[in-house]
Structure formats: C-alpha cells, structure tokens
Nanobody, 116 residues
Framework: QVQLVESGGGLVQPGGSLRLSCAASGSMFGISLMGWYRQAPGKERELVAVVSSGGTTTYADSVKGRFTISRDNAKNTVHLQMNSLKAEDTAVYYC??????????WGQGTQVTVSS
C-alpha cells in the first residue's frame, strides 16, 4: 500500500539544473534506503544515488560532483538536486524505497530530458 509520488522532471538545456522530489505515503516502518534510479532508451536501469536512514550517500560515478541526494526522514521524502546536466542524463528517473531489507517500492517515473 506504499505509494511514491515523484515530481520535478522536465526539459532543460545542457548545463542547467533540475530538482526531483519523491514523497512516500502509506503505512511503513523501518525505511532503510531511499534513492533514485534512471533508465535511458536501450539501456538497463541504473542506480543514480541512494541515501541511508543515517544519511550516508552513494552516487554513480557518472553523476558525482553534479548531483546531490538528500532526505527528510520525518517527512519520508527524498530529493535529487541535479546540476550541470548533460545530454547523457536524459532518462526516466524512478524513486525507490527499501523497507526492512525485504520490501521494495518504486515510483511511476518522471522524464528528464536534457537537450538544446
């Protein structure tokens, strides 16, 4: 019954910025990880960034230094600030939440297009 609602996607020029947000709702306990994945046409879904309940962050090498993930545990929300966007960042971005290491939930996805 957990639902994830994503927002913030859109069209942006190379070098621009976007901020993605994901809000989790429903009965849930013990959220361990919150993060973002993305999938571009012809490619497999890949991890972009993840943050633990303790605030530890992990980033894909391709986005290090450009993207920043953050979470608000009280609000069950996670954000992805994307700066210096490149055409290669174009993809559908999915919010992901892991609860208790046994349950995994996904958002519907939000399109990010970087083009001039």
């Amino acid at each position: 019954q957990v639902q994830l609602v994503e927002s913030g996607g859109g069209l942006v020029q190379p070098g621009g910025s976007l901020r993605l947000s994901c809000a989790a709702s429903g009965s849930m306990f013990g959220i361990s990880l919150m993060g973002w994945y993305r999938q571009a046409p012809g490619k497999e879904r890949e991890l972009v960034a993840v943050v633990s309940s303790g605030g530890t962050t992990t980033y894909a090498d391709s986005v290090k230094g450009r993207f920043t993930i953050s979470r608000d545990n009280a609000k069950n929300t996670v954000h992805l600030q994307m700066n210096s966007l490149k055409a290669e960042d174009t993809a559908v971005y999915y919010c992901n939440v892991e609860i208790g290491g046994a349950h995994n939930y996904w958002g519907q996805g939000t399109q990010v297009t970087v083009s001039s």
